[in-house]
Each structure stands twice: as C-alpha cells, then as structure tokens.
Nanobody, 123 residues
C-alpha cells in the first residue's frame, strides 16, 4: 500500500521558518521524482518545488525561489522542504507527491499523494 505522510507544519509568524517532511512507503521511492504542492482555501493546488530521483536537480515556483529548499534522503525514503522567510501568503495546506515525469509542477503528472500538513503564517 502506497503511503505518503507529511509532517512539520504549524503556525509561525512572518519571517519564521518551518521544515516539512514527507515519509513514504509502499513503492520504490528512489525511482520517482518528488514534488511539494500547496493549496489555500478556495484556490487551486499549486506546485511549489520539484526534485529528481537522485536529488541532483530541483525546480521551484517563482514565488518561493530563494526562500524554500527541497531535498530528499533516498536511504530513508523521505522528502523535505525547508521553508525560510515565510510570509502570510505562504499559508496553505502543503502536500507531497510522487511522479515519474521529469521536471513538472502540474498536479496531474503526479501519481501518489499525501494527505497534507497545514502551514499558517501570521503577520
């Protein structure tokens, strides 16, 4: 059974930091690219960041470049998102997902999804 479980969300003030984790099981993690997405109430799910299977190539949405860093540990089947300089507009539910498509931030290209972790940033 495929499982992706996000953790590390919470409430922080603007300018603060959080580190999200996504633990995975039930599929060959190292064979998949991974992504982070977020969805605010009443809005569509947007791609935040992407990383290839080896962890050697990454991509970011313009809104988070220079503030967020994606990484992965293939030995631990875990994905991370370090989020710095958080702003109220970063408030959303954050999801991790697995894809076999190269360098994509389109949700439709992702095969497996977690249930999400909430990030709330206050001004």
């Amino acid at each position: 059974q495929v499982q992706l479980v996000e953790s590390g969300g919470g409430s922080v003030q603007a300018g603060g930091s959080l580190r999200l984790s996504c633990t995975t099981s039930g599929y060959t993690y190292k064979n998949y690219c991974m992504g982070w997405f977020r969805q605010a109430p009443g809005k569509e799910r947007d791609g935040v960041s992407w990383i290839n299977w080896a962890g050697t190539s990454t991509d970011y949405a313009d809104s988070v470049k220079g503030r967020f860093t994606i990484s992965r540990d293939n030995a631990e089947n875990t994905l991370y998102l370090q989020m710095n300089s958080l702003q109220p507009e970063d408030t959303a539910m954050y999801y991790c997902a697995a894809s076999n498509v190269w360098r994509t931030l389109w949700p439709r290209d992702y095969n497996y999804w977690g249930q999400g972790t909430q990030v709330t940033v206050s001004s």
